[in-house]
């Protein structure tokens, strides 16, 4: 997550924004994927918890998964490709309130582009060598997770569901059905390349 300061988010230059961790998951002791867990236990989800002691005021905060699958080598007949982890990532607007006083130190915070090196070790790990898997530990990329001074136990909140569309249930039915039927098109044409190797 980054804070900005410019009450209007369309004058912001994202290339400046200075990103801290509060989380990371990447492959636990049996060799299951972070992804292989929020697709099967989190009905695609993910949960993070905002640091109890983080300043009060505007943030994005950035969602991020990076698919490994062509970080070494691609299959024959696609070695005009370009090598590289590919990144799916989402982010949202925040504004946080409270009266934590905290902003992660300088070498803990990255900009984007520029976090990431292609030569991290996260970017080149071979997820289909299961011996790589079993025998090397994924370093995850950027930097540490930022911890909390402190922490704060809450009581559950109920969840608000806001329209997307703001037309209603009505709307945001048609809205889910057009991008489910575009997320089905393209994971017919992942497993198409898949299929064949690559």
């Known amino acids: 997550m980054a804070p900005y300061y410019d009450s209007d988010l369309g004058s912001v230059n994202v290339n400046e924004l200075e990103f801290f961790k509060i ?50 080598t691609s299959s024959p007949g696609f070695e005009f490709l370009p090598i590289a982890a590919q990144f799916y990532m989402t982010c949202f607007n925040f504004n946080i309130s409270g009266s934590g006083d905290a902003l992660p130190p300088m070498n803990l915070r990255v900009k984007f582009p520029g976090a990431y090196r292609d030569d991290d070790p996260g970017m080149r790990f071979d997820v289909r060598n299961t011996t790589t898997n079993r025998e090397k530990k994924y370093i995850p990329l950027g930097p540490p ?17 806001v329209s997307p569309t703001g037309g209603g249930p009505d709307a945001d039915a048609a809205y889910f059905t057009a991008q489910q039927a575009f997320l089905e098109r393209q994971g017919a044409i992942t497993a198409y390349f898949d299929s064949v190797g690559g």
Do not use: C
């Open 23 to 72: 989380a990371q998951d990447t492959v636990d002791d049996s060799g299951v994927w972070a992804n292989e867990h929020m697709i099967n236990n989190n009905n695609m989800t993910w949960t993070a918890t905002i640091p109890a002691d983080i300043r009060p005021g505007r943030y994005i905060i950035r969602h991020e998964i990076a698919a490994l699958h062509f970080s070494v």
């Open 145 to 161: 997770v930022y911890k909390s001074g402190y922490t704060v136990n809450l009581p559950p909140k109920e969840m608000t569901v």
